[in-house]
C-alpha cells in the first residue's frame, strides 16, 4: 500500500479543538453550558481539582477563545463562547466522518 493511498489534504486542527483532548477542561465546558457563567470557584466545587488547576485550564479554554471571562467584584467569571464551540465541533464532525470512511473502508476490505 503506498503512504498516500487515502489520503486527503489535512486540515489543521483550529486553535479552538486543541484543548478538549482533557477531561478536566471539557467536564468545564460542559457545566459552563448546562449552568451557565461561572466562578472559578463554582466551577472547581465537588471537581477534586485545585482552584489553581480550574485556572490552568480556563486559561487554555480563553486563550483558545472557548471561554470569555469578566470580573464581577473579586471574582472572575467564566462563560463559553457559542461560535468558536461551533467551529471546533464542526473541525470535529470532519475528523468524526474521516475515522467513519476509514472504518467502512478497512471493514470492506476485511469482508472481501
Sequence with gaps: MSPNRGATARKV?????????DTTRLSL??????????????????????RQAITRHLDSLGRSGLVRDARRGRER?????????????????????QWDAAAARLKAFVER
Design 29 to 50: 465546558l460542559e457545566r459552563l453550558s448546562a449552568d451557565g457563567p461561572l466562578s472559578i470557584t463554582r466551577l472547581s466545587e465537588g471537581t477534586g481539582v485545585t
Design 77 to 97: 467569571v467564566f462563560a463559553l463562547e457559542p461560535k468558536r464551540l461551533e467551529k471546533a465541533r464542526q473541525y470535529l464532525d470532519h475528523v468524526a466522518a
Design 13 to 21: 486542527p483550529p486553535p479552538e479543538a486543541a484543548p478538549l483532548g
